[in-house]
């Protein structure tokens, strides 16, 4: 064999072990690149699951607001109902005392 062919399968070995560790330290890369992947894609679900829970929660207390609204309507109607009730009770008590005083 000539001193330039086992050159030529000396350079092509080394070039094909070169291939191979650089595609090995690819395949690392990609296994540890695939493993981030997961970890942020459990972390979107866990961001995903927030969301939906937030999401409930802002749509109870939209309810809860609304309630709140209603009986505060509630309340105020039956207080100004209430409120002339009162009066004319006063002013009965208030007549009362004025024919008793009268009668004297």
């Known amino acids: 064999m000539e ?4 050159v030529q399968y000396a350079v092509a ?3 094909v072990v070169g291939s191979l560790f650089m595609a090995y330290n ?7 690149q695939a493993g981030e992947i997961k970890v942020l894609q459990n972390q979107v679900a866990v961001l995903t699951d927030q969301a939906a829970q937030n999401e409930e929660l802002i749509n109870q ?3 809860l607001q ?4 209603n009986l505060e309507a509630k309340l105020a109607t039956k207080t100004k109902v209430s409120a002339p009730a009162k009066a004319s009770a006063k002013t009965k008590a208030n ?3 004025h024919k008793a005083s009268k009668k004297k």
């Not at 690819?26 to 540890?32: E, F, L, M, W």
């Not at 609304?66 to 609204?69: F, L, N, P, S």
């Open 13 to 15: 070995g080394v070039i």
């Open 95 to 97: 007549k009362k005392a």
């Open 26 to 32: 690819a395949q690392d890369k990609i296994t540890d």
């Open 61 to 63: 207390n939209k309810a």
């Open 3 to 6: 001193t330039k062919t086992i």
């Open 66 to 69: 609304t309630e709140v609204k």
